[in-house]
């Protein structure tokens, strides 16, 4: 299964390989924005846009609401997992 995860692109960082900064969840990567980049949306126009990150890529526009409702679900998977990891775990007497 592969995962998309929300990103809001920061900044350009380089036009010509198209590659910009996306801030996921507070961490910054660069991300390739070839797809979401056309006549229609300049690579200028990408930053602030919130994007589905896949591997690196940026996938697709999102639009906010999406991107919060998408990083609220992750978030509760991640509470999720660590409340099923807590239950191998012995609390020492």
Same mark, same amino acid.
């Given at each position: 299964?592969?995962?998309?995860?929300?990103?809001?692109?920061?900044?350009?960082?380089?036009?010509?390989?198209?590659?910009?900064?996306?801030?996921?969840?507070?961490?910054?990567?660069?991300?390739?924005?070839?797809?979401?980049?056309?006549?229609?949306?300049?690579?200028?126009?990408?930053?602030?846009?919130?994007?589905?990150?896949?591997?690196?890529?940026?996938?697709?526009? /999102? @639009?906010?609401? =999406? &991107?919060?409702?998408?990083? $609220?679900?992750?978030?509760?998977?991640?509470? /999720? @997992?660590?409340? =099923? &990891?807590?239950?191998?775990? $012995?609390?020492?007497?």
């Amino acid at each position: 299964m592969c995962l998309g995860i929300p990103g809001q692109i920061t900044e350009v960082l380089d036009k010509s390989l198209q590659l910009a900064i996306a801030d996921i969840g507070g961490v910054k990567r660069p991300v390739n924005i070839a797809c979401i980049v056309d006549e229609e949306h300049s690579i200028e126009s990408c930053v602030g846009d919130w994007v589905l990150v896949h591997v690196g890529f940026a996938m697709n526009r /999102l @639009d906010p609401i =999406e &991107a919060a409702e998408t990083l $609220e679900l992750l978030h509760q998977l991640t509470e /999720l @997992d660590e409340l =099923e &990891a807590l239950k191998f775990h $012995e609390i020492p007497a």
